[in-house]
């Protein structure tokens, strides 16, 4: 049986690159977090959110450990796997990724040793600047690395010569046309993501009745943040849509699961989509209501996948539903929000019932969701690796062979399970433990310099410290 390279290094890429995009998923918003308690210890002295963002930092440090090792993973690669794209993209790509590395990760890095371990050895005040720098770095780390993937969607600023691209304008190759729109969206799905985290173990606290105080303070943080952001996010998804409507269209039909195309088109809400027969079986829709959405208008056109040559539409069979999970779980992200609403008002947010429970099942959702938005952008785009200049068939390595790939994908598969099992089963012990219990008297002004006192009178050797008669 013959293996097909190109099949494999994709499965492979898709593979590591799911792992990857759990961590920075949460690690960024986690950081952010960590940085607003920091903030609140700093300015009321309450023990309580220091022993919080002690707590939380235990979670981002190792979670920012396999996030680094899983990225380092995924930049080999670019040179084993994908080396014609690599070449052909290089003056591009390579610069931003290097950008990403000089002022992110560099940044994270040198101040992330003061977050760990500073504490107690430094004032106050440079700790809680070495975790907003820390915050800051995860940011820009995300900034440099989706205007590297949105420039493969909307390809600004350089022009294809000799079979390699050439940067012509620097600001339209960071600022092309998707990054605004995927920054947004996907910043805001890192933040979701960490706060349903921070709302399910706090409401795991309170069913258990442990750790209340810390509980509800993360409960009542975490669920206002969503009640933002939810809202938020399906707007900036609607925007991020209409983005790509005009940038991407062939992605917009595989996604509607829309093959015919033109004026009121309808919002298929079930089907199972058929390549060979270009059509969909079990088809359930709405009439219209895909134009209304996409153009704002009942009777506006929307595109249909048989508008594009065959071989240069994405394959609708996934991405159909990976899209229609991502909207899900956004519709749900919206119940949460409002249920939370309810029972604020009510005066019931704290005690444990069946909304707590919920909130604990909800946990994963945003890796999910994550997940489903990001196989439904990078399916979407095929069959181009650079839209509409660089097939992916194209960027392959000449030389690899199919067998090559498949041992290092099951060696990859049997690490990466062992490593992200013990981490992630280590992960749930400190979440188990939860945070340390501390008092306020411990660290008021007074009680610092008492502990900074010698405990008993100094003395030169020889002396007495016998009081004088």
Not at 138 to 166: K, Q
Not at 315 to 328: E, Q
């Amino acid at each position: 049986m013959d293996l097909d390279p190109l099949i494999l290094s994709r499965i492979q890429f898709a593979f590591v690159i799911s792992f990857h995009i759990l961590f920075p998923a949460f690690t960024v918003g986690l950081a952010c977090w960590i940085a607003v308690l920091e903030a609140r210890w700093l300015m009321s002295g309450r023990a309580l959110y220091r022993s919080l963002a002690e707590f939380w930092t235990k979670i981002f440090a190792i979670s920012f450990g396999m996030g680094v090792v899983s990225g380092i993973v995924m930049t080999y690669q670019f040179g084993t796997n994908w080396a014609r794209w690599s070449d052909v993209v290089g003056n591009v790509l390579g610069p931003l990724i290097q950008y990403e590395v000089v002022t992110a990760f560099f940044l994270e890095a040198a101040f992330l040793g003061i977050l760990l371990f500073g504490r107690d050895r430094v004032p106050r005040g440079i700790h809680f600047m070495a975790a907003v720098l820390v915050a800051t770095g995860t940011v820009l780390s995300s900034f440099w690395i989706l205007s590297a993937n949105s420039w493969m969607h909307t390809p600004a600023g350089a022009e294809l010569r000799d079979g390699r691209f050439y940067v012509t304008d620097w600001w339209q190759v960071v600022f092309n046309p998707s990054f605004p729109y995927r920054l947004t969206h996907m910043l805001t799905a890192m933040f979701l993501t960490t706060s349903f985290v921070v709302a399910g173990i706090s409401a795991f606290y309170l069913i258990r009745n442990r750790f209340l105080d810390h509980a509800r303070v993360g409960l009542s943080m975490a669920l206002g943040l969503i009640t933002i952001l939810a809202p938020l996010q399906i707007f900036l998804g609607d925007l991020h849509g209409l983005n790509t409507l005009e940038h991407q269209p062939a992605k917009i039909a595989a996604m509607e699961g829309n093959w015919e195309g033109g004026t009121r088109a309808p919002l298929v809400l079930f089907a199972i989509p058929d390549v060979e027969q270009e059509k969909n079986h079990l088809e359930v829709g709405i009439p219209a209501l895909s134009s209304l959405i996409l153009t704002h208008d009942f009777n506006g056109a929307v595109p249909g996948l048989k508008q594009f040559p065959a071989d240069q539409r994405p394959d609708p069979r996934i991405i159909f539903w990976t899209f229609r999970i991502m909207v899900g779980i956004g519709l749900l992200m919206l119940a949460v929000a409002l249920v939370h609403l309810v029972l604020r008002v009510m005066g019931r947010l704290y005690t444990p019932n069946w909304f707590h429970r919920v909130l604990v099942a909800c946990m994963p959702i945003g890796f999910v969701a994550i997940l489903a938005g990001w196989f439904t952008t990078e399916i979407g785009r095929q069959p181009w690796v650079v839209y509409g200049h660089l097939r992916t068939s194209d960027a392959v390595t000449p030389a690899l062979t199919g067998g090559a790939v498949l041992v290092s994908l099951v060696t990859f598969m049997v690490v990466y399970t062992l490593i992200y099992g013990f981490g992630t089963y280590y992960l749930i012990r400190i979440l188990k433990m939860g945070p340390a219990v501390l008092r306020d008297e411990d660290y008021a002004p007074q009680a610092v310099q008492e502990a900074q006192r010698p405990k008993r009178p100094l003395s030169l050797p020889g002396e007495s410290i016998e009081p004088a008669e």
